[in-house]
């Protein structure tokens, strides 16, 4: 069964200090691997997708890494505005049997100024 | 581009009533998804629409709820004798067709069953 785990739950950074998110994947047949924003009461936004090993896509502070086994939300300088619930999502399914994406329970991360 | 519409924001009801969601997509868009999220979950696939086909539900999904997506544009997603456990954020996201098309959602319909 495809499934998707997210690290850490929760993160705090002070404003400039850079980390990273971690989510591993177990799918039978990549299709596309998504990351997400979601803020307080609203749905996901999106920012990247990454379909094979060694991609790399990159938006302001923001850089999405992708391995065979898992994939790295890099945020480098973080500002307050970055705070917000990081979701990471697939799509497999072998021969596109599904189109549905498969999501983490996510990363809240909250930075402080 | 206006954006997924869900329609309304937050809802109440009393066990045992029927609640109906709408959502209108994006226009382009001919995939159409139903998600569920609790509180420090992530969505959960419910089921999707291409043009007017169901073409996939979860087997999660209760026969108290329906989806439909009459002429391939606006969707609906009824909830029969609703329970205290179906309290919950419904989602509804679109797509165009295409293996790395990214779901774009809306803010979605907030349910409470008292």
């Known amino acids: 069964e495809d499934q998707v785990t997210q690290s850490p739950e929760a993160l705090r950074l002070q404003e400039g200090e850079s980390s990273s998110l971690n989510c591993s994947y177990t799918v039978s047949g990549l299709r596309g691997l998504f990351w997400y924003r979601q803020d307080p009461g609203k749905g996901p936004e999106f920012l990247f997708t990454l379909y094979s090993a060694g991609e790399e896509k990159e938006k302001e502070r923001l850089k999405a890494t992708l391995t065979k086994k898992e994939s790295f939300l890099h945020i480098t300088a973080p500002k307050p505005e970055d705070s917000a619930t990081y979701l990471c999502?697939?799509?497999?399914?072998?021969?596109?049997?599904?189109?549905?994406?498969?999501f983490g329970t996510g990363t809240l991360l909250a930075v402080q100024p | 581009d206006t954006g997924v519409s869900q329609n309304p924001r937050h809802k109440i009801t009393k066990r045992g009533q029927n609640v109906t969601f709408r959502c209108d997509p994006i226009s382009e868009h001919n995939r159409l998804y139903w998600y569920r999220q609790t509180l420090g979950q992530g969505p959960e696939f419910l089921t999707y629409f291409q043009n007017e086909a169901q073409l996939e539900k979860s087997r999660l999904l209760s026969d108290r709820f329906s989806a439909e997506r009459p002429k391939g544009s606006f969707s609906t997603l009824e909830i029969q004798r609703t329970e205290q456990g179906d309290s919950a954020m419904y989602l509804c996201?679109?797509?165009?067709?295409?293996?790395?098309?990214?779901?774009?959602f809306g803010n979605g319909t907030r349910l409470t069953v008292t």
């Open positions: 996201a679109s797509s165009l067709q295409g293996t790395g098309s990214p779901l774009h």
């Open positions: 999502a697939v799509r497999g399914g072998l021969g596109g049997a599904t189109n549905k994406l498969i």
